[in-house]
């Protein structure tokens, strides 16, 4: 079946622009997470859905970020009034149960500059 | 606390040897610790995983070890191929104070390069 998908694949934007990433997870997939990996680091934790809602946004690093979820679905991840150390690739993963230690299904990512 | 340490950073082998990347953790209650695989460009993907009731775990040439009481685990790649240079990532459940939920927290990585 379809796998984790994620757009756009890359975006490059202005200083101070808003943007908007969507991921589309595996169909019947309840849990949903958005990390963060820039250049030559590790995955930094986001945020996670439960079906629609979120529990945990302790990961979000300032409150230009924001995202949401609708029909247990598709998710958008929105970053306000972008900085440059805003840039980096921004995953989201799937995973089939809501608990830590289901496997968790990795979109490709969208790379994001912020010039 | 959410704290999951990774080394080396880097590791270069010949072809054929074998390769070992540890990672320690610091949440004593951390019950799952998988380990990810993401070549040049790609997503990261599940290569091996191990449950704390269980020391050792076995997959072909990849194994996992747990020592829940150092709490430290390793991943183990032997006969180690070109196709196996990649960044590899461990991750822990660990508590997240901000929900009182566990979620995993990712290792920094490792960049391992197979020389042919």
């Given amino acids: 079946g379809a796998g984790v998908s994620q757009s756009p694949s890359n975006k490059v934007t202005e200083k101070g622009k808003d943007v908007e990433l969507r991921c589309d997870p595996i169909s019947g997939h309840t849990a949903l997470y958005w990390y963060r990996q820039s250049l030559g680091q590790g995955l930094e934790f986001l945020i996670y859905f439960q079906g629609n809602s979120a529990p945990d946004k302790s990961g979000l690093p300032s409150d230009r970020f924001s995202a949401e979820r609708t029909g247990g679905s598709v998710s958008t991840l929105t970053i306000q009034r972008t900085q440059q150390e805003d840039s980096a690739v921004y995953l989201c993963a799937s995973s089939f149960r809501d608990t830590p230690q289901e496997t968790q299904y990795f979109g490709p990512g969208t790379r994001l500059l912020v010039l | ?116």
Wanted: glycine share 6%; charged share 20%; with cysteine.
């Fill in chain 2, 1 to 116: 606390g959410e704290n999951v340490e990774q080394h080396p950073s880097t590791l270069s082998v010949q072809e054929g040897d074998s390769a070992v990347i540890k990672c320690t953790y610091s949440d004593s209650a951390s019950n799952y610790f998988p380990w990810y695989k993401q070549e040049l460009g790609k997503r990261p993907q599940l290569i091996i995983d191990i449950r704390s009731n269980v020391g050792e775990k076995k997959d072909q040439r990849i194994a996992v070890t747990l020592n829940k009481t150092a709490k430290h685990f390793s991943l183990h790649i032997t006969e180690t191929q070109p196709e196996d240079s990649a960044v590899y990532f461990c991750a822990a459940t660990e508590f997240w104070s901000g929900a009182g939920s566990y979620q995993l927290t990712f290792g920094k990585g490792t960049k391992l390069s197979v020389i042919p």
